[in-house]
Structures are given as structure tokens and as C-alpha cells.
T-cell receptor, first 118, second 110 residues
């Protein structure tokens, strides 16, 4: 088990460009989450997948943001027409409900993708 | 009022002391509580989870939960300089998404 991986780790782009990030969850984890974190703040929820279904989207996720998880494995997060306010760390987490377990999952985070919009 | 509140710190403790980190939450239906550690420039790393009132111990770490007071804390015994990091409190209200506090920065002085 290699943990959650994210690619790229760093991305510098110019305002107005599109960017796409990839997340590979822990194998066999059926739930995948995207968060955004800015300096001095905790992560803020963006969206959540169970298998390939996108079950929840935050109001933070504007129309310029789209996320997919086509085969229930890896996920992509695309930001169109980037703005300077999109500069942040984009974190992916995955989880799997424990057998016989609790009413929530434990989420494990990947290393993040740091986006800088110039 | 923020949903999850933490003192931003920094909390400074000498090496070997007990560090006490506190968190309050506003949503009474919150079911699960997590503490993550985050080193500068890195992603959050899970330390503890707690679901029931009382204490839960794991090595040098003890999480405490009081649902009546809507309060969760993390104690770190025998603090080490390597414990210096930001500690994030996260709450699950049953929506799957975690709601995080802004974190408390801990500094352990050698």
C-alpha cells in the first residue's frame, strides 16, 4: 500500500490557463475527496466521490472547477480559466468504511498539489 | 461563528512537557472527530480519531471528547522538538466531508 499519490506536486500557471490535477487513492478505497487549503487555514472541502459517483460538491466549487472519477479509481480535478485566487494547495484524500464499523471513514491525505497562478 | 474553532497559537512548550491542544465545534450532530498533524509545506497526517465521550490513548497522544460541551482536545506527553507542527482538528457531521479548524501551531523548545 503506497498511500494516496497526487500529480503534479507543483504547478505554476498564468492567469486564464486551464490546469488539471490527478489523484490516485489508496487501492481499494472507494471514497475520494478533494480539499483546498490556503496559507494559515485548514483544508476546505471541495467535492466527494463514492466509486465513480460524485455525491457532493461544495459551494466553493465554482463552475470553473470540475472533477471526475471515471472508473472509480483515480480522479482528476480541472480548473478552467485560472484566477490568482485559485492559488492554493489542492489535497486529495481517500477512505473506506471499516467493516462492521463506525459511522464515518478515516480519511488519508495525499501529498497535495501546490498551485501558483501568476 | 466558525464551525470548528482552534486557537491559532503558537503554543510553546519545553521539551518533555505536556502540550494541550483544544478545539470546539458548533454542530451538535457531529459524530466523529480527528486530529491531524501538518508540518510546514506538507499534507495533513492522521494522528488520532475519537468517536465516544472520554479519553482515547495512543502512545504519547491522548484525545479527549466531551460532546455535551462540544469540546475535543489532544494531549501530547513528553513533547519532542519533532512534534513542532500545526495540529488540525477535524469534525465529521455525517456529511462525509470533514470540517477543519484553522489549526494550532505548536512549538516544542529544546
Amino acid at each position: 500500500d503506497t498511500g494516496v499519490s497526487q500529480d503534479p506536486r507543483h504547478k505554476i500557471t498564468k492567469r486564464g490557463q486551464n490546469v488539471t490535477f490527478r489523484c490516485d487513492p489508496i487501492s481499494e478505497h472507494n471514497r475520494l475527496y478533494w480539499y483546498r487549503q490556503t496559507l494559515g487555514q485548514g483544508p476546505e472541502f471541495l467535492t466527494y466521490f463514492q466509486n465513480e459517483a460524485q455525491l457532493e460538491k461544495s459551494r466553493l466549487l465554482s463552475d470553473r472547477f470540475s472533477a471526475e472519477r471515471p472508473k472509480g479509481s483515480f480522479s482528476t480535478l480541472e480548473i478552467q480559466r485560472t484566477e490568482q485566487g485559485d492559488s492554493a494547495m489542492y489535497l486529495c484524500a481517500s477512505s473506506s468504511r471499516l467493516a462492521g464499523g463506525y459511522f464515518t471513514d478515516t480519511q488519508y491525505f495525499g501529498p497535495g498539489t501546490r498551485l501558483t497562478v501568476l | 461563528q466558525k464551525e470548528v474553532e482552534q486557537n491559532s497559537g503558537p503554543l510553546s512548550v519545553p521539551e518533555g512537557a505536556i502540550a494541550s491542544l483544544n478545539c470546539t465545534y458548533s454542530d451538535r450532530v457531529s459524530q466523529s472527530f480527528f486530529w491531524y498533524r501538518q508540518y510546514s509545506g506538507k499534507s495533513p497526517e492522521l494522528i488520532m480519531s475519537i468517536y465516544s465521550n472520554g479519553d482515547k490513548e495512543d502512545g504519547r497522544f491522548t484525545a479527549q471528547l466531551n460532546k455535551a460541551s462540544q469540546y475535543v482536545s489532544l494531549l501530547i506527553r513528553d513533547s519532542q522538538p519533532s512534534d513542532s507542527a500545526t495540529y488540525l482538528c477535524a469534525v465529521d457531521t455525517g456529511r462525509r466531508a470533514l470540517t477543519f479548524g484553522s489549526g494550532t501551531r505548536l512549538q516544542v523548545q529544546p
